[in-house]
């Protein structure tokens, strides 16, 4: 009995897991959480209230109908209405009473549900579950087939231990299919959902404004991940992500204005030459903006798509005058392509940019010219100044993220008050240092550097970064006043640490198995030719043709040896059972359990009849194999004392 309950528990343990696999894509309603909960919870208390499950089935089909009504009127995704269903009905055969088709319906019904929650969500915490149903399903589905076996259970200790292989066998197996035999890609039916843990952390706004408290910079939340071509193959990227720029400053904040062009599927903002660097870009739900970015200095967008909660489709690109371009629609995530030229190339600048770049604010503190003056005393070209002036901000002012907040003059109050600030402050102060000594300069916010993992480059909500742009003879030369060590994320203890983790494991998991699909496959294979399955790049010399020949027959061979043992060995044990079976049931000592009758098991005449049903049980249960011939041995043993026929007990 202890077993029988320990089965359920299992079951729908396993069910639940199945359930959550739906409920962390957020889209299954709240009622649904709360009816499946309750349900599980009388469950797991081992009451079963639905014995007569017709007029909970005639509330069921209600409710389906009234679901489905909804998804006609469109006010129900379909496919939410459909993983809805499978949890119904998966709570109300939870709670009715259990039998083989009952438990059939029950994993029907949480396999359902688990294939519901790959089209629902593609995230990390699906992976969680579907591997927690699978070890409680595989298990609980284990424990059921040894009480069909007929006969009093073995102990749950020794069956466990091959369950457990079983479990381990399992994963494998499903692991080794997955990788080797071809398939389509996951995400033509996944989703992209909402921003998980928390509201979106990065994006862009129409001005810059100067002062607060830095702590986008301890974010270590993923908001983009990118694909380079070609990739320089380093673990830190030293790139500049462009967003946006901005040249009218008022004293406080940064604003840029400007007419925007129609939308069109591709955006060019200047030509391209030899040495591009083409990006694959995905912004993720974290990203929280429609402002897409690219390696400095981009120059053709092209291929964007958006990503609603249940579907994709390409999408149009609008430009605004100050170089900003952005998707034409909302949506929770944006894919496409951009193209960059490298930073040692450089751009032309008309002179309208030139005149609108030197302009000072109305209220200038006097003390900021007097200042560029002094940090440029020696410098005789307008390249010289302007590095003189970036090397003299990273060397005499210090990198904070604690500040007071809003005052009258943030700069002023930066250059001569506190000598610490963050990117913000450090690029405002150089861009206005820079107009002071007639070089037209603006501030241009994006992100700094790029984690390489799985083959591309995550960029993280903390490394945000503002950074200037100089016009010097006629071309653009970026320059970067803060530190150099305080440009990327910071990392801010534990809770940082785990977070960063968390986002790395999810954007594993999305690239190595969400989309994972039949090129990913080809191209893996033919590293394993090119490398050897190694990193290194060096080359793999092909073994002989005669080599391979021989080693794919000596596999062959072990593996039919394997096989035959197997099937030998599980034939003889299900002809011991089968064949001690038949002699109890002739003999009329076959019992309601399937095996010997009780009432005869005082029969010291029985006793080989006893060790040969515990062999079966032991063989087939407790993975203690027969010996060769043990079970010819144990059926002529067993044969020669039922012959005798049925013996009278003592009264």
Request: one cysteine or more.
């Amino acid at each position: 009995m202890k077993q029988e309950r320990l089965r359920l528990v299992l079951r729908d343990l396993a069910a639940s897991a199945a359930f959550g696999a739906m409920a962390v894509s957020g889209q299954v309603p709240a009622w649904t959480v709360l009816i499946f909960a309750l349900a599980l919870g009388v469950a797991l208390a081992g009451k079963r209230p639905l014995a007569d499950g017709r007029a909970s089935a005639g509330v069921l089909l209600v409710v389906v109908a009234f679901l489905y009504a909804l998804v006609a009127m469109e006010q129900l995704d379909m496919v939410v209405a459909a993983c809805v269903t499978a949890a119904l009905l998966t709570a109300q055969r939870m709670l009715a009473l259990p039998g083989p088709r009952t438990d059939g319906q029950v994993n029907l019904a949480s396999l359902l549900m688990v294939a519901g929650g790959a089209a629902l969500s593609a995230d990390l915490l699906f992976a969680f579950c579907l591997l927690v149903y699978t070890v409680l399903a595989v298990l609980s589905q284990g424990l059921a087939v040894v009480a069909d076996a007929g006969g009093r259970p073995p102990p749950v200790r020794v069956v466990f231990r091959p369950l457990v292989a079983g479990v381990i066998l399992c994963l494998v197996g499903a692991l080794s299919f997955f990788v080797i035999f071809p398939r389509l890609s996951w995400n033509v039916a996944a989703r992209r959902g909402a921003a998980s843990l928390g509201p979106a952390s990065a994006g862009f706004s129409d001005t810059l404004r100067l002062g607060g408290v830095g702590v986008l910079k301890s974010n270590p939340r993923v908001v983009f991940r990118a694909e380079l071509n070609p990739d320089p193959m380093r673990d830190r990227l030293d790139g500049y992500w462009v967003g946006r720029r901005f040249d009218t400053f008022d004293g406080v904040q940064w604003s840029a204005r400007g007419p925007s062009t129609p939308a069109r599927r591709e955006v060019h903002l200047g030509p391209l030459g030899a040495g591009a660097v083409d990006q694959h870009i995905e912004l993720l739900p974290a990203y929280g903006s429609r402002t897409l970015v690219g390696l400095d200095a981009p120059m053709v967008f092209s291929a964007a798509q958006t990503h609603q909660g249940n579907y994709s489709s390409r999408t149009d690109l609008v430009r605004h005058a100050d170089g900003r371009v952005q998707v034409d629609g909302p949506g929770n995530a944006f894919s496409y392509r951009v193209s960059s030229m490298p930073e040692r190339q450089v751009r032309e600048v008309g002179p309208e940019d030139e005149t609108r770049q030197l302009a000072l604010p109305a209220k200038l503190d006097p003390r900021i010219p007097a200042l560029g003056q002094r940090l440029a005393a020696g410098a005789t070209t307008p390249r010289a100044i302007a590095r003189q002036l970036e090397r003299a901000l990273q060397s005499s002012y210090e990198y904070t993220l604690e500040l007071p907040g809003a005052v009258k003059d943030p700069l002023a109050d930066f250059l001569f008050q506190r000598r610490a600030g963050h990117c913000e402050e450090f690029a405002t102060a150089l861009a206005i240092l820079l107009r002071t000594q007639g070089i037209p300069s603006r501030v241009v916010v994006g992100f700094y550097g790029g984690e390489r993992a799985a083959g591309e480059y995550l960029v993280r909500a903390g490394d945000a970064h503002a950074w200037v742009e100089a016009m010097v003879d006629g071309q653009v030369l970026r320059l970067d006043a803060t530190p150099p060590q305080n440009r990327a994320a910071a990392a801010q203890g534990l809770t940082a640490w785990l977070l960063a983790r968390w986002e790395a494991l999810q954007i594993g998991w999305l690239e190595r198995v969400v989309d994972f699909s039949l090129s990913d496959q080809a191209r893996l294979a033919d590293r394993f030719r090119s490398t050897g399955g190694t990193s290194t790049g060096s080359a793999w010399r092909r073994p002989d043709p005669g080599v391979w020949a021989a080693l794919g027959a000596l596999a062959a061979v072990l593996v039919a040896i394997a096989a035959v043992r197997f099937f030998l060995r599980t034939n003889e044990v299900q002809h011991l059972g089968q064949a001690l079976a038949r002699m109890l049931l002739a003999s009329g000592r076959l019992g309601p359990d399937g095996w010997l009758d009780r009432a005869r098991v005082s029969e010291p005449d029985l006793e080989p009849v006893r060790r040969g049903i515990a062999r079966y049980r032991e063989a087939r249960f407790g993975r203690r194999h027969l010996e060769p011939g043990e079970g010819r041995r144990l059926l002529r043993d067993a044969r020669t004392v039922l012959r005798a026929g049925p013996r009278s007990l003592p009264s």
